[in-house]
């Protein structure tokens, strides 16, 4: 068995052009309505409209019918071949950008084989070895091409990921002011090494422009604390108090003071409130305010 | 080398000392033992280390205001670090320093007051 597979692999290498590609040039027209038919039968690209369909396999058959085949598609040097990947770059890519699933886009390229297969069966029915033969080369050309596509699908759906990480990055560093000497930094989202180093020094570098002594950092909105997590939280107290500013950590929900505990992390002397509110009432009376109420019936207004 | 010195200011019973310059380690040094001879001369009771023109720190330097800190608390001096820069405080936090028992102030006035409390109850 071992034996024989190599043979029918090596075979390509002898005949410079393969008969299915002859044929795929000969009734191009045929196989590429059946093709479309197939894609609009499996019911997977509805989305698209018969007619781009149409125009892209056209193309699609132009590419993969033309280079020689001694090179894999899937070798990057390869020149001939260079045109095919492009294009499949590209559909791919926006397929994943346009949201379609992994197999909705492989399907562009494996609903080729029915009727490229039922195509050369016609034509070649009374030879069975040469059939066979042509098959296999055809199968292991549309596999190349099939797993070709979804490398570039996964590469598309990366850079949207990228793309996002590197705007919620950007949003989510808001240093605000919540009154004279006392900043407030409300923080959203999971807390990575690259996130708390952007936080920190977006935090220390607004202490020194406003001069601040007191920061509070709210972690409401981050979803889970780890002890990485908790050691860029105190890798932040500490810079802060260097700076010679205090830090109160606000927002701790009840399933993250449990963790905290359970993780042994020590948060040591720093100040801990449970809402925003408590955290700036801390504030306010550590630099000798306090909020109060104003009699109803007085028309002064409440200063700071 | 003599003349690579930083001065050190005497406001009534604290001493001022202001870094200006990019630390090295000779400097640094020689900036400690004078400090000592200093809080040692005007019987000091506070040292206001203003360190704002310092962009710059290594490890050494880093150990070196914790020495400086721990050396002014022997002498019965309180030590206030005041105006380090958003990059020092983070390099030192990468390098583990987180100067314990150094009192920090945001600038020289802040600084001064947090010194002022001892020095009135002592005085």
């Known amino acids: 068995m071992t034996a024989v597979v190599p043979n029918i692999a090596q075979a ?6 393969s008969e299915f590609r002859r044929l795929l040039i000969e009734r191009r027209s045929e196989v590429l309505s059946a093709w479309v038919k197939e894609q609009l039968r499996e019911g997977r690209s509805e989305s698209l409209p018969a007619d781009e369909l149409r125009a892209q396999g056209d193309e699609f058959i ?7 085949e001694t090179d894999s598609i899937l070798d990057h040097g390869s020149e001939g071949w260079a045109p095919a990947r492009a294009f499949l770059a590209d559909l791919s890519r926006s397929r994943a950008q346009q949201g379609f699933s992994p197999s909705e886009t492989a399907s562009f390229v494996l609903a080729f084989k029915r009727p490229l297969f039922a195509m050369m069966r016609a034509a070649l029915a009374d030879d069975a070895v040469q059939l066979g033969e042509e098959i296999w080369r ?18 598309g759906r990366e850079e949207v990921i990228r793309r996002q990480q590197e705007e919620m990055l950007e949003l989510s560093t808001p240093v605000v002011t919540l009154w004279d000497g006392v900043l407030a930094l409300p923080m959203i989202g999971t807390l990575d090494s690259a996130r708390t180093q952007i936080v920190m020094e977006t935090l220390l570098q607004r202490i020194v422009e406003t001069g601040a002594g007191i920061a509070i950092i709210d972690i409401t909105g981050v979803p889970t604390v780890d002890t990485m997590t908790a050691q860029h939280l105190l890798k932040t107290v500490t810079a802060t108090r260097l700076m010679g500013a205090e830090c109160i950590i606000s927002g701790i929900r009840p399933q993250i003071a449990q963790t905290i505990v359970h993780l042994g992390v020590d948060l040591g002397d720093v100040t801990t409130k449970a809402t925003l509110a408590d955290a700036f009432r801390v504030a306010l009376a550590r630099s000798g305010r306090m909020v109060t109420t104003v009699p109803a019936s007085g028309t002064q207004r409440r200063d700071s | 080398m003599t003349a690579d010195r930083i001065p050190i200011l005497r406001m009534g019973r604290s001493l001022l000392v202001t870094i200006q310059v990019d630390m090295h380690d000779q400097l640094a040094m020689t900036l400690q033992n004078d400090l000592a001879e200093a809080i040692g001369k005007h019987n000091a009771r506070g040292v206001l280390l203003d360190i704002s023109g310092l962009e710059i720190v290594d490890s050494f330097i880093g150990r070196m205001l ?7 608390r022997v002498l ?9 820069q958003p ?37």
């Open chain 1, 138 to 155: 055809a199968t292991e050309l549309l596999d190349q091409l099939g797993l070709l596509t979804m490398e570039e699908y996964q590469r």
């Open chain 2, 87 to 123: 990059a020092v405080a983070i390099t030192l936090v990468e390098l583990g320093l987180s100067l314990p028992g150094v009192h920090m102030a945001l600038d020289i006035e802040r600084g001064l007051a947090l010194l002022q409390r001892p020095v009135e109850i002592l005085a």
């Open chain 1, 62 to 68: 132009g590419l993969i019918a033309e280079p020689e």
């Open chain 2, 76 to 84: 019965d001096a309180e030590t206030v670090v005041v105006g380090m």
């Open chain 2, 66 to 72: 914790a020495n400086t800190a721990a050396m002014s």
């Open chain 1, 12 to 17: 390509p290498m002898a005949k410079p052009r």
